[in-house]
């Protein structure tokens, strides 16, 4: 007959639907989402730092973080709220590019920020050009309460663990759970498995 059936009258399958995980709705806004009051991180104030499983930590001024090579991700983003935003526009420096001044060999990260946020990833997850340290969103400066003047971005999990005003990664040979991660959220948080919960 050549008429392929969708099955149940169902509304076609869009290829923006299909970039829309489970459980998740889109959104054109671009929510904020913070556990506690801004910070506020002057760019003369600002540092970086990773410190190894070792100790040893190598630090960056907010000078030397922009002389190093700067990309542009182009991503989508999907919060545990069940928001998510296609197509946002972010700069920043990869954390490939930041690891290569550190010499480890630990499987966990545990990102740190302003105000006492902390969240935890596998440090393969920041690796592979998976993960950014980024200022700008849309090619301004990143908002300070979107975590400006830098946030990590971590858009393949969910977003509670792109840390606001980052201030640096602990590089562990065990896994330490973050903030959200002791309240219950799961230690992962792979959005295209719903891994919203501890459990999930
Ligand atoms: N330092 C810090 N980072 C944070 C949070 C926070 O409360 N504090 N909230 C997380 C959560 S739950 C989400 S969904 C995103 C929200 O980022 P946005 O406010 O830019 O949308 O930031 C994540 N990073
Ligand atoms: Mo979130």
Not at 120 to 129: H, I, S, T
Not at 131 to 155: I, K, N, Q, T
Request: glycine share 12%; hydrophobic share 35%; charged share 25%.
């Amino acid at each position: 007959m050549g008429i392929i059936s969708r099955g149940f009258g169902g509304r076609r399958r869009t290829a923006e639907d299909a970039r829309v995980p489970p459980g998740q709705y889109l959104t054109d806004g671009f929510p904020v989402l913070s556990a506690g009051p801004t910070p506020r991180v002057t760019e003369e104030d600002w540092r970086f730092s990773i410190t190894s499983e070792a100790g040893d930590t190598v630090t960056w001024t907010w000078e030397e973080f922009l002389a190093l090579p700067q990309e542009r991700p182009h991503t989508d983003i999907h919060c545990v709220t069940r928001w998510s935003k296609l197509d946002t526009e972010w700069t920043g420096v990869g954390l490939d590019t930041l690891l290569e001044s550190v010499d480890t060999a630990a499987d966990f990260a545990l990102a740190y920020s302003h105000g006492g946020y902390t969240t935890n990833l596998p440090l393969e997850d920041l690796a592979g050009g998976q993960a950014w340290v980024v200022h700008a969103f849309g090619g301004e400066p990143l908002a300070p309460e979107h975590g400006g003047p830098a946030r990590l971005l971590v858009p393949h999990l969910y977003f509670w663990k792109s840390a606001k005003w980052i201030k640096g990664v602990r590089l562990l040979d065990h896994d330490e759970p973050g903030f959200w991660e002791q309240a219950g959220y799961h230690p992962y948080g792979d959005p295209w498995r719903e891994q919203r919960y501890w459990g999930d």
